[in-house]
């Protein structure tokens, strides 16, 4: 945290954080510019001198869309309760491919950011924060190929639609939880960087993306409901396609992505001071 002397010559405090203190807004406002610079940096670098451009936000979950709906759809004939399988995967891949790109760019951003640490004083907390608002560009990019899709099967809109902003919430929360772990983890060890493909590739079979919650045994609910990218893909579901929604999914799942936030948070705090050291 950083205070001012209001004098002709400004003398700037560094000062460790409050014991309290989880996320300082207040600071994060007065460095506003440097983050929509870093946020707005990386949307341009991503698809930098590339022939399709953001084309490619669509590209990379429709082909994921057309394999599991040939895979899982017509070879294997999952139960997907009734849902087109193209629309059932559609409606879970859209969130997920936000997640899981959020989730690996936010763990890495120290790293890759490792540059700026030890040359100016800023909140820490940008670098994790800023993949999980920039992937958001993709995201509403990619929400194109959904509605595309969901008028292909004339779908309508239901008052559900009205648990939307909760749930893009919900989203942004999971991969910003995990990315404040995981950021301040890879400073110290690098072996995160070679292991977040292995957790992708874990957490797309851990959560109902290619079949649904409903086949998960009763016995075993209660702690699948635990998991938050479970809530996020069910509560999308429900709130696009107007079924019921899962209330026995989404509420302990949005209260793990809290939790897994706010301890994230703490733990990024708690290790800040030492970033600069270990790099």
């Not at 940096?41 to 429709?62: E, H, S």
């Not at 993949?131 to 194109?144: N, T």
């Not at 590739?201 to 209660?222: E, G």
């Amino acid at each position: 945290m950083m205070d001012a002397k209001p004098n002709s010559n400004t003398t700037v405090h560094i000062r460790p954080p409050r014991k309290w203190e989880v996320i300082d807004f207040r600071e994060l406002k007065e460095y506003r510019d440097l983050f929509f610079f870093l946020v707005w940096r990386d949307i341009k670098v991503l698809y930098a001198q590339t022939v399709m451009g953001f084309a490619w936000a669509i590209l990379n979950p429709l082909i994921q869309i057309v394999i599991f709906s040939i895979i899982f759809g017509k070879v294997a004939r999952l139960d997907t309760d009734g849902i087109p399988y193209l629309l059932f995967s559609t409606v879970a891949i859209i969130p997920w491919a936000y997640m899981s790109e959020a989730m690996t760019r936010s763990s890495q951003s120290l790293v890759s950011g490792q540059g700026m640490l030890g040359k100016v004083y800023f909140p820490r907390l940008i670098f994790p924060v800023t993949p999980v608002l920039a992937k958001l560009v993709d995201f509403a990019i990619s929400l194109i190929l959904l509605v595309a899709i969901m008028a292909y099967y004339r779908i309508t809109p239901t008052w559900n639609l009205l648990l939307l902003p909760f749930l893009i919430l919900l989203m942004m929360m999971v991969p910003a939880g995990i990315g404040f772990w995981l950021s301040a983890l890879a400073i110290r060890f690098r072996d995160v960087q070679f292991a977040m493909p292995f957790v992708i590739r874990m957490l797309i079979y851990s959560a109902p993306i290619l079949y649904t919650a409903s086949s998960i045994p009763d016995s075993y609910r209660m702690i699948y409901s635990l998991n938050p990218i479970v809530a996020v893909i069910e509560g999308f579901r429900a709130c696009l396609l107007g079924t019921p929604v899962p209330w026995e999914f989404v509420l302990p799942g949005a209260v793990v992505a809290i939790l897994l936030m706010v301890s994230g948070a703490m733990y990024f705090r708690k290790m800040e001071r030492v970033f600069v050291d270990v790099i």
